[in-house]
């Protein structure tokens, strides 16, 4: 998985907020739960949320009492968090920083973090910014990756349109088993649990055809003629209350490990 360019993640801001103000999911308060039951967070502790979105996570943990630091490549995204967080008094500040390129060592993560985690974000994505990433944390590292996705209706739209389905992803399955190598790779044993997660979208003609040249179109090519195309495919899918229901199933990788027990402090202790 890719990390992407700010402009690219800016674009997809608007997807982000519009998700953010269905309100939390099964799946979101699963996660969390998750956290808690595996002793990885508790009440008041610093979180860092490595490529945050519009802070979906960061406002459950602000409810928490956590001091939250929310990073992300995307300006667009931060504007988003920082609405989205402003009515918590507990700390919380957001960060704008490509995590590949950052040293560790900036103001902002000078205290370090109780836990760590990135959901779904391409920044920890190789051995480098997984060593970042622990070496902030004295405790536990959290990522998720889809390690598989189906989107029947997106595909259906693209046939329909004369055209072949393209993936949002190229292969989650080989990319999520590339990320546990690069843990390994680190000095850390991961562990990891495979769930399911599904959910619904209900989008205009419009706004699929909208979306689906944000996720898989290049700016080479002829958007306008392509957005007309999608638009009349997905027209022709609506129901009868005008929209396209896009159902979305997925399984994801929960992929942790405990920042304090690296390779070298196992060496260290025996």
Request: proline fraction near 4%; charge should be negative; hydrophobic fraction near 40%.
């Amino acid at each position: 998985m890719k990390q992407g360019s700010a402009e690219k993640w800016n674009g997809s801001a608007v997807d982000y907020q519009r998700t953010f103000q269905l309100g939390q999911s099964d799946y979101n308060r699963a996660v969390l739960a998750f956290w808690q039951q595996q002793g990885m967070l508790r009440p008041g502790c610093r979180v860092l949320d490595i490529g945050c979105g519009v802070g979906k996570y960061g406002v459950m943990l602000a409810d928490l009492g956590c001091d939250v630091t929310l990073t992300d490549i995307s300006p667009e995204m931060l504007r988003h968090a920082e609405a989205n967080m402003a009515a918590f008094t507990s700390p919380w500040r957001c960060f704008a920083c490509d995590f590949h390129e950052i040293s560790g060592q900036e103001p902002v993560f000078a205290q370090g973090f109780d836990f760590s985690f990135s959901t779904m974000s391409p920044a920890i994505h190789d051995a480098d910014t997984v060593r970042k990433m622990s070496g902030m944390t004295r405790g536990w590292c959290f990522l998720s990756r889809f390690t598989a996705w189906q989107q029947p209706l997106r595909d259906a739209v693209m046939r329909r349109a004369g055209l072949e389905p393209r993936p949002q992803f190229s292969d989650p399955a080989a990319d999520c088993a590339a990320l546990l190598a690069a843990v390994t790779s680190a000095g850390f044993q991961p562990q990891v649990q495979v769930v399911d997660y599904a959910w619904e979208d209900r989008r205009s003609p419009e706004d699929m055809a909208d979306y689906l040249l944000r996720h898989s179109f290049d700016d080479t090519e002829d958007r306008a003629a392509l957005a007309g195309r999608l638009a009349d495919a997905a027209r022709s899918l609506c129901g009868s209350d005008g929209t396209v229901n896009d159902r979305v199933e997925t399984k994801v990788a929960w992929i942790y490990w405990d920042a304090r027990l690296s390779s070298g402090a196992r060496e260290e202790k025996t």
